[in-house]
């Protein structure tokens, strides 16, 4: 008994430290330390990122369902940019990670500072193109006017605001190849509070702030996500940490940004071939009704909030690989990127036997509709089968970024959503006819034979040889 609370006492003490993100060197001593400090605010930060879009759903969702449908539109738009972010925060902390472990702050900062240009040109374009045209964007997208009358603003200031968007997610991206995930995770704290705070007040009114509708959302979420960037730049730009922007890394370095630009784009085809692949699959499920489409969405949104604290994982051993491989210990960066697949294992699997046995209560707390329930609950269960697999695949998918190699990854994406999932899912719902149950077991063997496919790539090490 006393072990025991010794150990726990222990772990607590590890969290507490990595939540107050004192400086550390990741390049040696533990690896499953390194992996506790850098994951736990890896997870907490994406599940603030989580955040946003179930808070505005919340408060907008009681202006009717035209306001709901305004915001999915505008959000299926958006998903383009996110796709961009995320891929030039991939190749940023690849970079940033790489100098960082070789020793060279000066290479690490001056890679930021031409990340930010980057991110920078793409956004002023979006905002042109957003301000100018939201009412186009609408219909383009579907919308009749009445509904362009209503949402125009909305998706006008949402579109025009984006630079908040790829900041926050860019400078994170910074923060994380450095390993100060700990700022990352305040910046995204800080932006919700605000958002949080701001969203029934513009949404509603509260005293001399008039009601603004539709519009007073996306104006709150630009504040709070504009408040989390601040804070970012006065940690990168005054701040103390391990990387700081300083006068002489302002002027641009095109042989950065070439590599930046190189990287970002296989990032980005990860995230849009794996987003659109999911609207095919939806589109199938939708062949069979709306209690199996209800039933899926409950089940996936399940899935994916429960899958959050893995990536967390997965993004931290992407750290530890690109710092390790700049100080030159790719045995170190292939040692953290297992022990991060076991613990990912050990993770999602207790997850798995949860999803299996509580599903009925899980998908009751959504729906009590009797279909709708024995549809989510059916495809919770399938799906979980395969958590052991994803965890590896998850892992295996990150280290490959971490180590500047988005193409690896992007193909196998490609390969394994597009030639394999989705045909196989037509195939086993509706040729063979086995129904929704057939595009969850299509989901299943696809991400587990990606999971595998990853695995056998990267023991073979072509990851260690990547130069950024």
Known sequence: MAQVITRTRKYFTLIKEALRGEEKVYTEGSINRALVLLAVP???????????ALVDAYFVG???????????????????????????????????ARRI??????????????????????????SIAGIIYAADILRLMGAGEEMVAYGHG????????????????LINGIFRGAGEASIAMRSLWLANILNIILCPICIYGFGPVPAMGIEGAAIATTIGRGAGVAYQCFHL?????????????????????????????????????????????????????????????????????????????ANAAATLVGQNLGANEPERAAVSVKKAAIMNMAFLGSVSVCFIVLAPWIIGFFS????????????????????????????MIQAFNGAGDTRTPTIINLLGFWVFQIPLAYLLAIVLDWGPAGVYWAIVMAESAMAVAGVILFRKGRWKKIKV
């Open 42 to 52: 890896m997870i907490l930060e994406m599940t603030m990122e989580s955040m946003f």
């Open 237 to 313: 730009f005054g701040g103390n940490k391990v990387i700081r922007i300083r006068w002489e890394h302002v002027r641009p370095h095109w042989e950065t940004v070439r590599k930046l630009a190189s990287i970002a784009t296989g990032g980005t085809m990860q995230f849009l071939i794996s987003s659109a692949s999911w609207i095919f699959l939806t589109r199938i499920i939708s062949h069979f009704g709306v209690d199996a489409l209800d039933g899926y969405t409950f089940a996936i949104r399940t899935i994916v909030f429960a899958i959050l604290p893995a990536w967390g994982l």
């Open 154 to 169: 909305f998706t006008r200031i949402a579109l025009g605001s984006n630079l908040v968007i790829m900041m926050l997610f």
């Open 62 to 96: 009681h202006l009717g369902k035209g306001a709901i449908s305004v915001v999915g539109l505008t959000e299926s738009v958006l998903a383009i940019i996110y796709a961009v972010a995320v891929g030039i925060s991939t190749a940023t902390t690849a970079i940033v």
């Open 368 to 395: 009590t509709d009797p279909a709708v329930q024995a549809n989510g609950v059916e495809g919770l269960r399938i799906v979980s089968v395969g958590y052991l697999f994803y965890a590896f695949g998850m892992v």
């Open 101 to 126: 472990g070789e020793k060279n702050p000066e290479g690490a900062s001056i890679a930021a500072m031409q990340s930010i240009y980057l991110a920078f040109g793409f956004s002023i374009i979006v």
